[in-house]
């Protein structure tokens, strides 16, 4: 039997505003556990919420982006439970009127198409405090207890794990571009829940769906869902199904690579939503919602215009728009009139490549884009080969310094000089008499024999293109 995949997210981005979601609070990262909490984020007796405006304006911003509806009027509930990261035994959320609803995202694969992936709403909550599990104890730290927390909720649109992860990416991407968010995973600034379930190609049925909670890595994000895909079809082709998979909330375990059952999954009513009696309806006034229109270029817009403007391929202009700081990598490098597809190669392939091998991302390059963008000018006014620009960025990766001393400390400066190249080729078509002879006789083929054994006889130092040219002149 074929199974079709049905995955929906909910993603939790934390908000960058200077303070919490309804107190004064800082919402700093890494300080002293417990530094930042107060009477309101604390939920002690008297103590009033004040919603923060800046959460409403980035909230709005993201709805814009993701052309959703932007709701003047919405409304805070409280949603109950316990958890002891949660002081107040309930949590401030937007359940029947968040403030973004009915957007949607395109998807991009590497061939330049996109799909459509609905987003049902955006709301706005308060985000809980941070266990901690050292040994026999759990340590609570309350400082995170409040943050502004956007969460958003796609329809159950995408069909592999794959394309939950590209979802992931763009919204990520968006987040960081519209400045809403520093988006750090690692941080858990940006996290997600995988809603996954699984049916037989054609069926139209919803089955039950499990959710795999608090995913904070692109590469863990997929690896969780193909497996809990996979114990879903095995489930199901053991004709074990319905004792395996119901409405539950997993967690995944990177170090094994499995999904293993947390608790059953609650429904809406569960929480027993109502409105918030401490705080009023919000109703955006017009210079909020004007506010929030004003968007900076974003990465599908980019993409086109890379495209259109540099000649870029949609797949070297979606890595490039895919990441922010690789935006503005590749912006810098453009400053200096380099040709386009030469400043993509050496950023995407050369550079990134380098980073990736050694765990370093593009925000710790140990090459700066002034840097590589020198070293690009000395491959294109043949200073040095492309072959001998890799040597010297290897060089430059490892040590820093100048492009220009690297380049005379390891010798790499490309022979130019017509006399040189002549001796060069002297020397190796006196000693190949024979195959001239050959290649005078239509073994063409032999031309790059001649030129090989030059760059040879000069130390892979000589002006290929010089060389080209003064072989042509004397052999045709």
Not at 70 to 80: A, E, G, P, T
Not at 217 to 231: L, M
Not at 264 to 275: L, M, T, W
Not at 425 to 445: H, M
Request: proline share 5%.
């Amino acid at each position: 039997m074929e199974f079709e995949t049905v995955i929906g997210l909910e993603v939790h981005v934390q908000l960058n505003t200077k303070s919490k979601m309804f107190c004064s609070c800082a919402t700093s990262f890494g300080d002293a556990p417990n530094t930042h909490t107060c009477p309101v984020c604390l939920a002690l007796p008297g103590a009033l919420p004040v919603p923060n405006r800046e959460a409403f304006v980035k909230a709005a911003k993201l709805g814009n982006a993701i052309k959703a509806t932007v709701h003047k009027r919405s409304v805070f509930d409280r949603k109950n439970y316990f958890y002891p990261d949660l002081p107040k035994g309930y949590q401030i959320s937007q359940f029947t009127h968040p403030i973004v609803e009915n957007g949607y995202l395109m998807i991009d694969y590497d061939d330049g198409t996109q799909k459509r992936v609905g987003i049902t709403r955006a709301h706005l909550e308060e985000d809980a405090g941070k266990n901690i599990h050292s040994g026999a104890y759990s340590l609570v730290d309350l400082n995170r207890a409040g943050t502004p927390l956007l969460e958003i909720v796609s329809e159950p649109d995408m069909r592999s794990a794959d394309e939950a992860t590209r979802f992931l990416k763009k919204l990520h991407a968006i987040a960081r571009y519209l400045g809403i968010s520093d988006a750090n995973m690692q941080e858990g600034s940006f996290r997600c829940d995988a809603n996954v379930s699984i049916r037989p190609k054609g069926d139209p049925k919803l089955y039950p769906r499990v959710e795999i909670k608090n995913l904070n890595s692109f590469k863990f994000i997929q690896k969780a869902i193909d497996y809990e895909v996979a114990r879903q079809i095995e489930a199901w082709e053991d004709g074990d199904y319905a004792n395996k998979v119901w409405q539950e909330t997993r967690l995944y375990d990177s170090a094994k690579n499995e999904t293993r059952s947390m608790r059953g999954k609650e429904e809406s009513a569960d929480y027993r939503y109502f409105p918030d009696p401490d705080l009023l309806p919000v109703s955006l006034d017009e210079a909020t919602l004007e506010e929030a229109k004003k968007l900076p270029e974003l990465p599908d817009e980019k993409r086109k215009r890379y495209v259109e403007a540099f000649g870029l391929s949609a797949y070297d202009a979606g890595v490039i728009t895919g990441d922010l700081v690789l935006v503005g990598f590749f912006e810098a490098l453009m400053e200096h009139n380099l040709a386009p597809k030469n400043a993509v190669s050496w950023l995407t392939t050369e550079l990134l490549g380098r980073l990736n091998k050694s765990q370093k991302t593009i925000e710790n390059s140990p090459v700066s884009p002034q840097t590589l963008a020198k070293l690009i000018e000395r491959i294109e006014d043949s200073t040095i080969s492309a072959k001998a620009g890799k040597e010297a960025l290897d060089y430059l990766f490892e040590n820093g310094g100048e492009v220009d001393t690297a380049i005379e400390r390891l010798g790499l400066k490309q022979v130019s000089d017509d006399s040189a190249i002549e001796s060069a080729l002297d020397s190796v078509l006196s000693a190949n008499a024979a195959n001239v002879e050959r290649y005078k006789n239509g073994e063409t083929k032999l031309f790059g024999f001649f030129v090989g054994q030059i760059m040879k006889e000069s130390g892979g130092k000589a002006n290929p293109a010089k060389v080209n040219e003064a072989l042509r002149k004397r052999i045709g």
